[in-house]
């Protein structure tokens, strides 16, 4: 009444269906018009629509078999682009790192980021950045289903075959281009010295040029359309050899570390092998067309071009395969930290009690330090030495901290979910019964540490009285011990959630190191050095060797993990911020070296209690926040979308309720569906 009535939203695909006339092939400024208009149609309107995109393409789909005027018109359309457009910048450039190194590459995006480069109208991507204007539009994209894309593209019924002189020539341009690149990268020491023997004399990233010539000669003369499949089939076979040794590379990760760079190289290789398939399969005249690869590059061409100078991609696609190998060195030392048996469980529970025995040292020492007279500075240094050397030694004597578990296991347990390894669905009933042999694992843990600790220090604290004649804490300053670790009188949960952070980020130090020394070849290298070999004994030599090989990445993270908690209070002074570490087992120490300096008359016991479940608290969130990092790095690297197994939760939940103490303890005989 006040105002104008909202207009209805003209429909564009019943709009085209209803009319007579098709457009021109050589008007492209029409073509790229009605190709906007067209992909808008799909798109959602909005977050919140409820007709999300797949169901937007089954019914453009739909109108496409049922519509000729609509399927001549975007037929038409397309091939305006393809005509006028130089194809070759999409398929050797987008999506693939041009820069030989990670950091040229990443100071390269960055430039973009902040000064975007012109694009040439004439260019397939300029075109392709006009349709899917929205820098989200990738994910509507990849929302619809392969197989939807798959349906919507074999609608369109396009030639399968090229015949136009100027697409051809951008297409050979193309394919030649990628194929000198595969070369060239083959040759790198970095690929060339970690490939199976039998491939470094017949490379087959070299000898795929070869046969991509070969095509070439038959595209360009009179042949058979028989000679042309003949070598298309060896190319695809040629492909399939590259892979393999991309895949043999990887692989051996584990047992030879990755670089930075070389895992950059491999990246560059695979999505290069990838482009060399498509054009293969575009050129070959066989008249069949892999329309599921095909799909997979064109989501690949849309996320990449909204991505294009994202820095998080370029980092996350890059960093991924590194990330999986320091989780893999991660998740091979976690196994042993996950028991099955009571033997095993009986054994965790002994280590973790020897664990205990050193913390009390560690904790000890670090209230005898607080009594001498030093810089803030060189307090921090000097609890940081003793961290580390308490970690050191629980590492030497195989006995076992309840905390740093977490960072081990959660790699362990993700690698049951690794879409490189396994090619079927994982079991994910399997999956449950491996968490819940990780909690029992770690509750043994804590309660050998625990068991020890909190005693160990009161007797500690006793035995200090009786020789020194005054109790190690008193007063005051016992009370502000046990004030440190109360739930709400302080920060000390958020305190462990810190904690939790570096016990993460120490295991990550840690599996980098391990990864840094294998692929160096570190053992190898200290064997041929050659003063070493002048003055040592070969077999002491040897030995050093394996040492430096086996430990340094746990020396490394422990040292790394007692410079973190040692230094933390230091950074939270000097800052003036409220920024401290919390550690179960420490905090058990403190509060039993308060409670002998304060005497159980003089505390009130729901006080104490309190505390206790502090203490337990701080244990639970130093598990849970250094398990959690650990965990999502874990599936990322090795390409795990969580989102994939929604019913695992159910499963989970299911299986506790059935089995509560399965999370607590092993049971007497496991079935033997859940055996191993």
């Known amino acids: 009444m006040f105002g104008r009535r909202k207009k209805e939203k003209v429909d564009f695909i019943e709009t ?21 208009s067209f992909f808008s149609a799909i798109r959602p309107a909005s977050s919140v629509d409820k007709r999300p995109a797949r169901e937007n393409i089954r019914r453009v789909t739909s109108a496409l078999h049922q519509s000729p005027v609509l399927l001549s018109n975007l037929q038409h359309a397309i091939l305006s682009q393809l005509i006028r457009t130089d194809l070759s910048s999409a398929l050797t450039e987008s999506g693939i790192p041009l820069a030989r190194g990670f950091w040229q590459e990443f100071f390269g995006r960055l430039r973009h980021k902040l000064l975007p480069p012109l694009r040439n109208e004439n260019d397939f991507l300029y075109v392709l950045n006009r349709v899917f204007f929205h820098n989200d539009d990738y994910k509507w994209v990849e929302d619809i289903s392969r197989e939807d894309w798959v349906l919507f593209f074999e609608s369109i019924g396009l030639s399968l075959h090229v015949d136009d002189k100027r697409i051809l020539s951008q297409l050979l341009y193309s394919l030649k281009a990628l194929s000198f690149q595969v070369a060239q990268l083959g040759l790198e020491k970095e690929v060339l010295n970690y490939m199976p023997e039998g491939n470094r004399e017949d490379n087959p990233f070299v000898q795929q040029s070869y046969l991509v010539h070969q095509l070439e000669k038959e595209l360009l003369m009179p042949s058979s359309d028989d000679t042309l499949k003949t070598v298309a089939e060896k190319i695809d076979w040629m492909m399939q050899q590259c892979y393999e040794a991309l895949g043999f590379i990887r692989e051996n990760h584990t047992q030879r570390g990755a670089s930075l760079h070389q895992t950059y190289i491999l990246i560059l290789l695979a999505n290069r092998l990838e482009r060399i398939s498509i054009l293969t399969d575009l050129l070959d005249r066989d008249h069949r067309f892999d329309a599921g690869k095909f799909v997979d590059f064109f989501r690949m061409l849309v996320r990449n071009e909204n991505r294009k100078n994202s820095i998080l991609e370029f980092m996350s696609q890059t960093m991924g395969y590194l990330a999986y190998q320091i989780a893999e060195h991660k998740g091979a030392k976690g196994n042993k930290y996950i028991t099955s048996t009571w033997a095993e469980y009986r054994s965790m529970l002994y280590s973790a009690m020897g664990g205990g025995a050193w913390i009390c040292l560690v904790v000890l020492i670090k209230n005898l330090l607080i009594r001498v007279p030093m810089a803030i500075f060189w307090h921090g240094f000097a609890y940081s030495i003793n961290y580390s050397l308490g970690f050191i030694l629980i590492e030497e004597t195989h006995t076992t901290l309840a905390t740093k578990q977490p960072a081990f296991t959660a790699s362990a347990v993700a690698g049951s979910l690794d879409t490189r390894r396994n090619t079927t669905k994982p079991n994910l009933y399997n999956l449950a019964v491996t968490v819940a042999k990780v909690s029992r694992s770690q509750t043994a843990s804590f309660i050998g540490n625990l068991v020890i600790v909190f005693p160990g220090m009161f007797f500690i604290g006793w035995a200090y009285d009786k020789i020194s004649g005054a109790p190690l ?36 130090i840690a599996g980098y190191v391990q990864n840094k020394i294998q692929y160096g070849h570190i053992a190898r290298r200290l064997q041929m050095h050659p003063i070493l070999r002048m003055t040592m004994p070969e077999e002491r030599l040897r030995r050093l060797a394996s040492y430096v090989e086996k430990h340094t990445g746990s020396l490394v993270g422990n040292i790394a993990l007692g410079f973190f908690l040692g230094m933390a209070g ?25 409670v002998y300096g304060l005497g159980f008359d003089h505390i009130d016991p729901w006080y104490l209690a309190t505390v206790i479940g502090g203490v337990l608290g701080i244990g639970f969130l130093n598990f849970l926040s250094s398990f959690s990092l650990a965990f999502v790095v874990a599936v990322k690297s090795r390409g795990v979308r969580l989102r994939d197994y929604p019913e695992f939760l159910g499963i989970l939940w299911r299986y506790f309720r059935s089995h509560p103490l399965d999370f607590i303890r092993p049971r007497r005989r496991l079935p033997e569906t859940e055996e191993g």
């Open 16 to 36: 085209v269906s209803g009319r007579s006339t098709i457009l021109p092939i050589t008007d492209s400024q029409q073509g790229l018009d009605f190709l906007v």
């Open 570 to 594: 230091f950074v939270g002074e000097i800052f003036g911020i409220h920024f401290d570490i919390r550690h179960i087992t420490i905090s058990a120490g403190n509060t039993g070296l308060a």
């Open 473 to 508: 804490a008193s007063g005051e300053t016992a009370m502000r011990m046990l004030r440190d670790q109360h739930p709400w009188q302080s920060l000390s949960l958020l305190y462990a959630c810190n904690t939790g952070f570096f016990l993460f980020l120490s295991g990550i």
